[in-house]
């Protein structure tokens, strides 16, 4: 991991520039109470119910429009009332019911996030450690919106709900200094309340990198897939299968295919030889590459890319994805 002043600021700000184009979405009333104080989507409100605004308690009357998806809409003016709030209130009793849920039937809740960290991805099971859940739990200077509490009566994690805007900096300090693994849901629009019931979850933030770190630079480093495929020889046409090299943190080109790199390749069909080459200035150097079985013609770097692994990826291509380390982008190791 990063060290704690280099960390969370950063970071954040690194990885939310999606998020912070889109600011400024309209936000509607999309829940409401009804009169047995029940949570209700705007879908599935009827015409003439009475409800109640999450926020202000206010009445409210359901609206359909051609133009506009289904709201609630204050049957008086509420002027400090703000669909922020009600969202941010609605989302966290949806996540928490959710929770309590799967923790009373031993479910998991898998995630899926883009690391901070090691700008690849995770998968994990959001209640792994949890035996329960606590909404705005008293914790030191803070009260998370939702805690995940482990067997010894411990905060496991903490979950925060935040409404057009990144989480404040002195929170994550916070967190990160007392250990806890920090998660965040940024919304941005009454629409986002339906990532709460996706089957994988994806949060925005997840302060946790499983990944080793670079020996080098102490950040942690991508996952590298070592790629298989069936591709075709441009020279002879004789069906090949391709290996390629591709980091969980973007297509980068990673170069230099190593020995056990090697292995696992060819012990899935694929050959690759090693080219010589003379510089201009006289320097040999040398590079391995994909080559043909039946002609030896050999698959350049560039046309690796261009002409076999995009087309793969474009086309559908079945691709075996196996485990090839982890490298790092910063010093190319
Ligand atoms: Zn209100
Ligand atoms: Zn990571
Ligand atoms: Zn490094
Ligand atoms: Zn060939």
């Not at 996540?95 to 799967?102: N, V």
């Not at 898998?110 to 035996?131: E, M, P, T």
């Not at 973007?250 to 790199?261: L, M, P, Q, R």
């Amino acid at each position: 991991m990063l060290s704690r002043t280099d960390g969370s600021g950063r970071i954040y700000s690194e990885q939310l520039p999606e998020v912070t184009a889109q600011m400024g979405k309209e936000i509607l009333y999309s829940l409401a109470n009804n009169e047995s104080g029940q949570l209700i989507k705007a879908e599935a409100a009827q015409r003439s119910g009475i409800y109640f605004c999450l926020s202000c308690n206010g009445e409210m009357i359901s609206r359909r429009g051609a133009r506009v998806r289904p709201h609630f809409a204050h049957k008086n003016i509420s002027p400090n009332c703000s669909p922020e709030t009600a969202l941010h209130y609605g989302f966290k009793k949806f996540l928490h019911e959710r929770i309590s849920k799967s923790l009373g039937s031993g479910e998991q809740i898998a995630i899926h996030w883009k690391c901070g960290y090691c700008s690849g991805s995770h998968d994990g099971n959001l209640l792994k450690r949890a035996v329960n859940v606590e909404e705005e739990y008293g914790l030191g200077l803070c009260r998370p919106d939702i805690a995940l509490i482990g067997k010894e009566g411990n905060v496991v994690a903490v979950i925060e709900v935040v409404v057009s805007h990144s989480p404040e900096e002195s929170t994550l300090e916070y967190y990160k200094a007392k250990s806890i693994p920090f998660i965040s849901f940024i919304l941005i629009s009454d629409e986002d309340l339906a990532r709460a019931d996706a089957d994988i979850m994806s949060p925005d933030v997840v302060d946790v990198c499983y990944n080793p770190e670079c020996p080098e630079c102490d950040r942690n480093m991508p996952r590298l897939n070592l790629l298989v495929f069936d591709g075709t020889c441009s020279k002879c046409f004789s069906p090949m299968k391709i290996a390629a090299l591709r980091g969980d943190a973007g297509y980068e080109d990673i170069s230099a295919f190593t020995d056990s790199h090697i292995a696992l390749a060819v012990k899935h069909g694929a050959s690759i030889e090693t080219i010589y080459k003379t510089a201009r200035s006289g320097y040999r150097y040398s590079f391995k590459v994909n080559t043909c079985k039946i002609c030896n013609a050999f698959i350049g770097r560039d046309e690796l890319w261009v002409d076999y692994v995009r087309v793969a990826y474009q086309d559908g291509y079945p691709i075996t994805e196996l485990d090839g380390g982890y490298y790092c982008p910063v010093c190319g190791q």
